[in-house]
């Protein structure tokens, strides 16, 4: 890229230690940090992570040195060319999701093709028969059509059933036909829609003999296989520009009367009989909705690495910042130079950074198990067994609402935590949030989320509750975190935390009891609002987000505790388990996130009565201890995370601590530093090119 700005050559670095910063840092460390890598990743993936990240990182199809001076137009340019070199490399080296997954990380580029990897296919997988996915789904996989998700709508998005696009059987010729009666019925939002896809699977209403049996998913082709223009009777378009996102082309889709085949409604569960449009059942009402689930899965998934990818910026920045000299304990150099202090030595910057560093290892393990439970309801599924759907949606529901909300408010933390630095592009921050961020609301607005987890907990509460014998349930409670708090609440109702000095707070014991207590004691309490004072659903709305969270934070909890204590078959979790060094750094973590996450909801805390105000003071002595424990680690922890430089895209986090000669390089390129402003006003032209 071309300088526009000649930086004069005398200047000499006004830090003695500059970039050595970081390494002093790293020396700190009590433990290997490639072993905590490999934690991380395993042996397999992280030889995955190199490879792809050669090929991505070699490629100058992939070059994101000029992204930040992107329009839109140019975005998408980019993101289309991106997603071409990546088809290409699909099929040089055979990649498989596990690959791909890698590409799409490292490449940091929401493209037209996103939703067709991420929704189309999954969909087609998840509920083509056989045949269909013979028509679809091969073709799909190979790229010769290429897909979209429509199913949000002008009106309706979190309401499913309020959809208005319908699908009406016509026995007569045994097809459907597709039609948005109202202007409310244009689907919108659309990924890859705008501009990109030729195929879309579109949920609609459908109608068979005057019936409706709800919203299910049908295959539509939409535009021409060699033209590429809309098909007769079918209006599409880009909806325009976003707070983000802006390479990806979502899209607007109307239909009038739109025939297509029998054959095109997706029938793995339900069907529509030939000629007399009888419906058959499916084996579960919701399984039309089964993308949906996979998907908060994906995203709940990939949170920490976000989480982990704001840290390291915010982190190494920190280090290498310095401002002010601190008066009670001033730097010192070894010649005795007094210099000011690293801004990550003030407690505030730690209070504000650390606890999104152990987010990020919370999300780690809580990732692992979400994988665990959809691969278990994928086996059972495919043998007819649906009983773990209701679990999964709860879980995943809540989850994902829980932990791309903690994402994004921690993305900005961090990127306040970087200062007037934080607020440019060259900060890695801005087009990472503004691409994150709708994370919080496809797939799903988080609050609406958190009603369908709280209705499987009062369910649940109110199953156990109301058998004679609730101790009956006992034996599933190891397998069930609900019930098993549940049993624990009925138990001992008025449990009180033993807690009498700050350390005791590290025991983990201690910590689950908090959280258990917590969230059955805001149960029962909703339950009994509900049932006995027959308060309405809308008016506990914000009671039944409160125990969403308190749950999905007990399972966070939950599922780091666990994976330090517990014997597993995991190799990642054995590697930790046989390190003396790593199992006490991630203990300290551990208890950061705990101690942390009840500090802020203190309330819930005091308000069940399991802690005194006294011991709440003690909780955040804590807190404070544990991050003075954590600071010498807290480089080499972001370090462990291995997020490349070329993802940060970042002047603030590189791995070497150049950040102000990052900054200076980059924006001597900025495009307007080319341009001359001239401020005649009785000219044409206020703006020419400058000469260099
Ligand atoms: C092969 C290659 C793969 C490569 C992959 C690589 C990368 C992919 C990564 C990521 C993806 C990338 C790109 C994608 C980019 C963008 C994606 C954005 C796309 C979208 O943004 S796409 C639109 C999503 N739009 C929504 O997300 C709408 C939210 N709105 C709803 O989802 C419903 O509207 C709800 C649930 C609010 C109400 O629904 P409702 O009114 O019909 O139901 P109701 O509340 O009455 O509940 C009756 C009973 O159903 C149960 N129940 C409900 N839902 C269930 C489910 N899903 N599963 C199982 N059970 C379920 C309940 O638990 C209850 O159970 P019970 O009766 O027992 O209590
Ligand atoms: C970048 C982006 C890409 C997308 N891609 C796709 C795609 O490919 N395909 C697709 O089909 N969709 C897509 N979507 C749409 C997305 O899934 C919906 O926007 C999302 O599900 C939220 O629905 P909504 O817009 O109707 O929100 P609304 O339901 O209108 O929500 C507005 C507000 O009302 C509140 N609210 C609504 N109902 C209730 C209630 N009952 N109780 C309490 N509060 C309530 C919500 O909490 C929220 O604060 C995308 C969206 C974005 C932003």
Redesign the pocket.
Known sequence: MVSYVKIPSHLKPSDPQGPDLLTQERNLASFDVKELTLVLYGIKDLERYHTILKIIENDPVFDKSNIYFMGRNELFEHAIKKEKRLVQLIRENKWKVEELQFAEWFLDMPGPFG?HRG?FIPTLIGQGTKEQKEKFLVPALNYQIIG?????ELG????VKGLETTAIYIPETDEFEIHSPYLTAS?W????LGKTANHAIV?AQLISNGKNYGPHPFVVQIRDMKTHLPLPSITIGDIGP?FG?NS?D?GFILFEHVRIPRFNMLSKFSQIKKGTGEYINPPNQKLSYGTMVLVRAIIISGVRVTLARAATIAIRYSAVRRQFIDKDEPKKLEDGSIVETSILDYTMQQYRLFPVIAQSYACFFTAKMMVNLYTEYTKQSSSGDYSLLADLHASSSGLKSLTTTMAVDSIEDCRRACGGHGYSSFSGFVKFYQDYL?NT?????N??LT?QTARYLLKTFRQVTSHKNPEIYASQSNKNPTISYILQYLNEPNQKCTAITPSDFNNHEIQLRAFKHRVAFLIANVVDQIDNQKKSW?SM?VEINRISRAHCQYLLVQNFITALHQPSEDESLRMLHNSPALKEVMTSICNLFVLHTMEKDIGDFLESEYLTTPQARLLRIQVYNLLKEIRPNAVSLVDAFLIPDSLLCSALGRYDGKVYETMIDWASKEPLNGMTLDFNPNNDTFIRKAKL
């Open positions: 939703a929704m979209c998700y429509a199913q949000t309706h998005g979190s309401n689907k939002w659309v990924g890859g949920m976003k996102f990806t979502n709708p609301t496809w797939e799903g607005d609050y609406i009603h809308n709305l």
